[in-house]
């Protein structure tokens, strides 16, 4: 359970990345292009697990987000509905991570080439 959420933050930490303008940067080093790469392997693999919902990831996560309940009490109506919102929003947000990954891996493959 603990892997569910480090990958959480660590594709968390690489859309920060991502969005801060590492696909722009352009260089000669071979390195560089390859941790591009394997930045983009890692969060589409992160993408891949939120959007299938592989071994309950979903549930997982959201599991971990959220604040812990009291073993005997009931979910209110409200509860659920944000958790199911909730689920849709990580299945969004796993394709919107699959199709970045898939993006900076295949660019980071173009530049070694």
Known sequence: MLLVRQGFNVALLISGALMLGLLAITT????????????????????????????????LTLARLQRPR??????SVRRRLVRSASSLALQLLGLAWLAAGALTAGLGLQQLA
Do not use: N, P, Q, Y
């Open 28 to 59: 000669h080093a071979t390195w560089f292009e390859g941790s591009k790469t394997g930045i983009g392997v890692v969060l589409a693999a992160e993408g891949l697990l939120l959007m299938t919902d592989w071994r309950g990831a979903r549930r």
């Open 70 to 75: 009291t073993a005997g009490s009931r979910r």
